[in-house]
């Protein structure tokens, strides 16, 4: 990629190249192996106290590798995790990576309709699923592809203190809801299984298919964004590149520790946390859930981080935890703002109590994630999402997908190696997705100014964005119109000081005894936590175009109105 007319170079630190060369490695694979290896010693992960060394990620992801190829699965069939942050999400991963299949990261947290959807549409084979949410897979076990099942327990890899924590799991918080699944097999058996076998290598390249990231789709279909091993390699590399001027403010000798409480299958945290300090030697703490702040910062406590990766709700709500603001901030360099918009006054109060000023950056699942970041050499709020990464380019497009120049808004666009190969299956999304020329259209649109920093403007599209995870109003319009009281529906965005946004939806009756806890209730039993709306409007009809088009953006008005 020539630099001349990447203009945004001129801004970039000292020391960050302006391009990755991603080539060294022929695999995720080869990359994990090595790191295996190097940092043998070395912690890996930490989770409830408990910590598991590279070496021991090595022999039990081999073994893990090992009992998917005995049971007969070949090279790039899908294999699902449907876990949060506990030590088995690693194993797992590296695991399923080096037998040469593919990873489906799944939400925990889904519904059993969203659920069936992401396994037929991936065909997955099998899945590792964390026993607190195995009820849900048993209302959809015979209608998807998934035959083998791997029955994990929160207190799997926690040695003694794991039996007293399963004990608490499933008889003192009653966690675990009954479920049966016959066939099944459990993680602590599948492990000993396949320590007894060998893993036999697979030749794994550049261009076979590593994950398959489900984002929204405008259609109200959830897609499967197809991201090669070569993409989530250029990622990682783009990202440590970034990193460096901050890194090189790290204490001699001492080892980054990288706190992972964002979820493992959303790509923010999977790529700059869980891969990215695999290939550094870093460790991850692991919080299982983060919403639990006295417990998360009961766990910065006892492990201080260096690197703090985090969504704009996380980092107010830690804001306004006291305890919080007493921990000892010390050895925090990277500060790391994703998924969502960081506010001002978020990132203001952040960089008073901690510090360390909050780097936003931009990305989606579409590009493993990374496209622009602030530089890490940063001590203050820009209110962009920065410059374009390493062998990226941003261009702003119009509607006839021409390069705008600087000052003129359009829709963001993004060429470089981490942009996935396409929507699995989906030749006519993608088609769609993609310009001529190798640019991924976002849907976001922004205005780039002289030096290359960006700002986002407005969604093109009218994706609602609640803390960091992508909200399609059709998917919402499409489960509640299926409420036999309703008659028609719109979910637009509204904005909300905790999440950045909430759905909001807007319901005409078709019954006239319809009341707002039918419909909440309805959408608790169909949609993940973060889909359901916040609040209901009934109408007795709807704003629409000639064409009969309902006019969300009419909707959205009068709020920004008031």
């Given at each position: 990629m020539g630099s001349s007319d990447r203009f945004w170079l001129k801004g970039y630190p000292p020391g960050v190249p302006?391009?990755?060369?991603?080539?060294?490695?022929?695999?995720?694979?080869?990359?994990?192996?090595?790191?295996?290896?190097?940092?043998?010693?070395?912690?890996?992960?930490?989770?409830?106290?408990?910590t598991l060394s590279f070496r021991e990620l090595d022999e039990q992801s081999a073994a893990i590798g090992a009992w998917l190829q005995s049971q007969g699965l070949s090279k790039g069939q899908r294999v699902a995790i449907m876990m949060p942050n506990v030590l088995q999400y690693p194993i797992v991963l590296a695991g399923i990576l080096r037998a040469g299949l593919t990873v489906v990261n799944v939400n925990p947290l889904y519904t059993?309709?969203?659920?069936?959807?992401?396994?037929?549409?991936?065909?997955?084979?099998?899945?590792?699923?964390?026993?607190?949410?195995?009820?849900?897979?048993?209302?959809?076990?015979?209608?998807?592809?998934?035959?083998?099942?791997?029955?994990?327990?929160?207190?799997?890899?926690?040695?003694?203190?794991?039996?007293?924590v399963n004990f608490v799991v499933r008889h003192v918080k009653k966690m675990v809801?009954?479920?049966s699944l016959p066939n099944a097999i459990r993680f602590r058996d599948a492990l000993l299984g396949g320590e007894k076998m060998t893993l036999k290598p697979v030749a794994v390249t550049h261009d076979d298919v590593a994950f398959l990231q489900y984002t929204g789709g405008t259609t109200g279909v959830s897609k499967g964004a197809t991201l090669l091993h070569r993409n989530i390699i250029a990622n990682m590399l783009q990202s440590e590149a970034w990193y460096q001027p901050a890194m090189s403010r790290m204490r001699p000798g001492e080892r980054v520790v990288t706190l992972t409480a964002l979820p493992l299958y959303h790509i923010f945290a999977l790529t700059c946390c869980a891969l990215l300090s695999m290939r550094t030697g870093a460790m991850c703490l692991l919080i299982p859930n983060p919403r639990d702040i006295p417990g998360l910062v009961s766990a910065l406590r006892k492990t201080p981080v260096n690197v703090f990766p985090a969504v704009n709700t996380l980092f107010n709500a830690l804001l306004n935890n006291d305890e919080f603001l007493r921990l000892d901030f010390s050895r925090l360099v990277l500060s790391i703002g994703g998924g969502m918009a960081v506010q001002k006054a978020v990132a203001e109060k952040w960089l008073r109590a901690t510090g360390c000023a909050i780097c936003e950056g931009y990305g989606l699942s579409e590009t493993s994630p990374s496209a622009t970041c602030n530089p890490t050499n940063t001590d203050r709020y820009s209110g962009t999402i920065?410059?374009?990464?390493?062998?990226?380019?941003?261009?702003?497009?119009?509607?006839?997908?021409?390069?705008?120049?600087?000052?003129?808004?359009?829709?963001?666009?993004?060429?470089?190696?981490?942009?996935m190969a396409g929507y699995w299956l989906r030749p006519d999304e993608t088609a769609n997705a993609m310009t001529v020329d190798g640019f991924f259209r976002s849907g976001d649109v922004g205005v780039m100014d002289e030096?290359?920093?960006?700002?986002?403007?407005?969604?093109?599209?009218?994706?609602?964005?609640?803390?960091?995870?992508?909200?399609?109003?059709?998917?919402?319009e499409s489960v509640v119109s299926m409420h036999p009281g309703v008659l028609e529906c719109a979910a637009v965005g509204v904005p909300d000081e905790h999440s950045g946004e909430a759905v909001k939806l807007f319901v005409v009756k078709k019954n006239p005894a319809l009341t707002e806890r039918d419909v909440m209730d309805f959408c608790k039993e169909n949609l993940t936590g973060y889909k359901k709306p916040k609040s209901i409007e009934f109408r007795s009809e709807l704003p629409k175009s000639n064409v009969g088009k309902i006019l969300r953006r009419e909707l959205r008005e009068p709020r920004k109105a008031a």
């Open positions: 302006a391009d990755i060369d991603a080539a060294q490695y022929k695999s995720l694979v080869q990359l994990l192996e090595e790191a295996f290896r190097k940092y043998s010693a070395a912690p890996a992960y930490s989770c409830m106290g408990v059993p309709r969203e659920l069936e959807h992401q396994l037929k549409d991936s065909g997955a084979v099998a899945i590792f699923i964390l026993e607190n949410f195995a009820t849900t897979l048993q209302q959809v076990f015979g209608k998807v592809p998934t035959q083998r099942v791997v029955i994990c327990a929160m207190g799997d890899c926690l040695g003694a203190k794991g039996l007293l809801p009954e479920f920065g410059l374009p990464l390493p062998s990226t380019e941003i261009a702003i497009l119009d509607d006839d997908g021409r390069r705008l120049p600087p000052g003129l808004a359009g829709e963001i666009a993004i060429r470089g190696p981490q942009v030096q290359g920093y960006t700002k986002i403007v407005d969604r093109k599209k009218d994706m609602i964005l609640v803390s960091g995870f992508n909200v399609y109003p059709s998917e919402i």
